[in-house]
Structure formats: C-alpha cells, structure tokens
C-alpha cells in the first residue's frame, strides 16, 4: 500500500471544504433576515455543514441512492426491479453502437431518495482528471485521510460510499418493466428456444447522445459553422443535422424521481428518425437525350455541396499527411455514395427504358443502370454483355471528378487514380454483396 501524500490529502481536503462551503452558502443564503429564527436557522446550517457532520450523514444516506449506467426507472416510474452499474471499459467490445463505445469518459447516473442525490454530487467531485467515486472505489488512501483522521471511520465511510455502485439484492424484473423472448435456436415453435430478456434504459449513453445533439444545434461552433455553409464558406466543423427529431419526457413535473442525468436533461430523452427513406420522384425519370449521367449527378444538392466543400478545403492547400487524407476521403465517399444512390432511384423504373430510341447512354452505363432491360434486349440480339463495367464507371467517375476540381487546381493522373480506386473499390463491394448485375 503506497504511503500517504500529505500535499494531495491537503488538496482533496480543499476540494471537499469547497464543495460544503458552496453548499452551506446557497443554503444560508434562502434565508431571510427577517425571520424571527433566522440566527438559529444559519447556526444549525453552520452544524450540520461540518465537514465530519455531513460526512456522517451523507455515508449514512448513500445506502438511499445507487450509482447506475443502465437504469429501469425510464422504463416506467413505478417499475421497481433491478438497474446496473457496468462502467463502458469493462462492456465487450461489438461492431455497432452502444454504452461500450463511450470509454473512460462516461457520465454516471444515481437513481433512488432524490433527497440523497447531493451524496452523488459529492462523489462526482473531481482531483487531478478522477471523480471521488473512482478515488473511492480503488480505496484510495489519500481520500481516506483527506476524509477522516480516524482510519476505521474513514473506511467506514470509504466502504458506505463504494456500495453506490454495487447491485441491491437479487435480480428481478417487475410486471410494468418490459421483457421480450429472443430465439436461441432455428425452430421458432420451440419453446426452449428463447431467452427472456429484461431490457434497462441505458442512461449514460442516452445522456452522450443529448450532449452531442444539443452541441450540434445550438453550440457556438455548430452556429458558426452553418454560418460557413450559408456563405459558402469552408468550415473545419462539420454542420449535422437531425430531421424530425422527437423528444420524449420522462418524469413529468418531477424528472429528478427518474434519475440524476435525467434531472440535467429536464426530462428531455431524444429520439432520432427511424424512418426508410422517401424516394424523390421528380427524379425518377429515364435519362434520354444525353451521353451522360453526370448531369443529372452533378445537380444533386449533396453533390453540390459536397463538391464546394471539398474545394474550398483543398483550396487551404492542406499538409499532406493521413488527417488530410482522410477529411478529404470523407467527401469523396459522399460522392460515390451519391453516385450509387443515383444508380439506386433509376433502376426503381420499369425495366427497359434504356432501349428507347431517345436514349444515348453507352453500353456500359446503360447495364449499369438498367441491368434488366439491357440483359433481355441483348438476349433477343445475340449480343454481349458488357464486361468492365466498374472499370469503366469508375474511370467515368475520376474524369468527373477532376473536371470539378481542376479550376483553379491542378488535378492529374494522380487523383485520377485515387478517384477511380475508390470508386471501384464501391462498386465492387456491392457486387460482392449480390446487389449488382454485371
């Protein structure tokens, strides 16, 4: 056991005083001076704000409160069962999104007495980057001097504090909470073949989500950045947008009787759009009368605008190194995202429009587009198929591109390449996926 540091227990002990103080100061402040007992309302606050006091009294009430990361009163206020504290580092890492991809830098949250959230505030005071919770439930020996110059007391309380974060009782689920059966086996008749699940409001990413979506709607550098966009201006900060988000209140009057980050939130859990998309018609029209599907691909607001911006960032004449890189990659991959998109929208047509007289599309991007139609025409001819499709929709797509950017830059055979490579590397990955004809 390391020895005592007798600077950082002086600087713990400073960081515990602060906090009381602030807290006896709001507290006397409430009181007026016009009350007859106010003198001995301002002493008794004076007593109970002793450091060793309300030490006391807050390990004694932590046993009111439990310190969670998944919690099941979103659920339903009056569901009464099982909530947890699994801290993100500790979670199996998965390949999609969950309280996992939050790391160290999680927010906790405390369910129980709303009387005895200020116990929570308490641990959630921070020395040198650690939150006294963390300090706690490591048994730091420094915090155990800073709070008591007794060691039983001190671990007395140290052990009152850490039970925030362990389980209270069995698990148990409770008829207003929500279950589901989720098959294990093939056989869906089988009833042994299911697990029943009791799913918890995962509260410390719900609160990660809410920080990100208010920062990208209403921070300072969000506002700047639409500015940006709004004069065509390039920004370093991406401009996000969330269409037809819902909110959600839990809690009603009383947000604080769901939880702590509930409470900071005012209520408020955000549901973002889960919604297919809505194809555009006005677009869904054959391409007649043209050699080229790039028109209609270049007047597509997000080509556009995808474009401008990957200009005015090349323009700054950026150091060539992997951050470069990959800022530029992300605007070339909305590009070839567009590209299949557009793809996408015209082969929803009748199959067989590209064999209209009006339609002057190669070979290659005629299959490309209209796979069903070429494929039964050139059947009735005897003709082939074309063979290098994505090779030559990938070049088609290079030349584009360095078309855009050429004035007032210098593109040559080395975009060209890097615009073809990952264009290519699209088509072919959907190939793969069995969503291409070739």
């Not at 005083?17 to 106010?38: C, H, P, S």
């Not at 089988?190 to 697990?195: I, L, R, T, V």
């Not at 920004?235 to 702590?260: D, F, H, M, W």
């Not at 064999?355 to 796979?371: I, V």
Request: aromatic share 6%.
């Amino acid at each position: 056991m390391p020895n005592p540091d007798p600077q950082r227990i002086a600087a713990l002990q400073a960081v515990i005083a602060d906090f009381l103080k602030k807290r006896l100061d709001d507290k006397i402040e409430k009181v007026k001076d016009d009350d007859a007992d106010a003198p001995d309302r301002r002493t008794g606050l004076q007593q109970q704000f002793i450091p060793a006091t309300w030490l006391e009294d807050a390990a004694r009430r932590a046993s009111q409160i439990q310190a969670v990361t998944h919690s099941l009163k979103p659920i339903h206020p009056d569901a009464k069962g099982t909530s947890l504290y699994s801290p993100p580092p500790l979670l199996p890492a998965l390949p999609v999104v969950g309280s996992h991809c939050l790391g160290e830098a999680f927010a906790g949250d405390v369910v129980g007495n709303a009387a005895a959230l200020d116990v929570y505030k308490f641990l959630k005071l921070e020395h040198e980057g650690r939150s006294l919770l963390a300090l706690v439930l490591e048994r730091d020996v420094d915090l155990a001097a800073a709070l008591s110059g007794d060691a039983a007391q001190a671990q007395g309380w140290i052990s009152a504090f850490a039970g925030l974060t362990a389980p209270r009782g069995r698990p148990a689920s409770h008829t207003l909470a929500k279950q589901l059966y989720w098959p294990t086996g093939n056989d869906p008749h089988d009833d042994a073949g299911y697990h029943l699940l009791a799913p918890l409001y995962a509260s410390s990413l719900a609160h990660r989500v809410y920080q990100t979506v208010q920062d990208d709607r209403f921070g300072e550098e969000a506002k700047a950045a639409r500015d940006a966009k709004k004069a065509g201006e390039f920004s370093e900060r991406p401009v996000r947008e969330y269409p037809q988000l819902a909110v959600q209140q839990l809690g009603g009057t009383k947000p604080q009787n769901i939880s702590q980050l509930n409470s900071e939130r005012r209520g408020n859990n955000l549901l973002l759009a889960s919604l297919p998309p809505v194809w555009r018609s006005v677009d869904l029209k054959p391409l007649l009368n043209t050699e080229s599907m790039f028109p209609r691909y270049s007047r597509r607001p997000e080509v556009r605008q995808a474009v401008k911006a990957l200009l005015a960032y090349l323009k700054t004449d950026p150091i060539r190194n992997m951050e470069t890189r990959a800022r530029r990659a992300q605007w070339v991959d909305s590009l070839t995202d567009e590209f299949l998109q557009l793809r996408a929208e015209l082969r929803a047509l009748p199959p067989g429009w590209s064999q209209s007289p009006d339609c002057r599309l190669d070979s290659a991007t005629a299959h490309w587009l209209d796979p069903e139609g070429v494929e039964a025409a050139s059947a009735a001819a005897g003709q082939p198929l074309p063979t290098d499709t994505p090779e030559r929709l990938s070049a088609a797509f290079a030349n584009w591109l360095n078309d855009q950017l050429r004035d007032p830059l210098p593109m040559g055979d080395p975009e060209f390449l890097e615009w073809r490579k990952r264009m290519h590397e699209q088509i072919k990955a959907e190939e793969r996926e069995g969503r291409d004809d070739y």
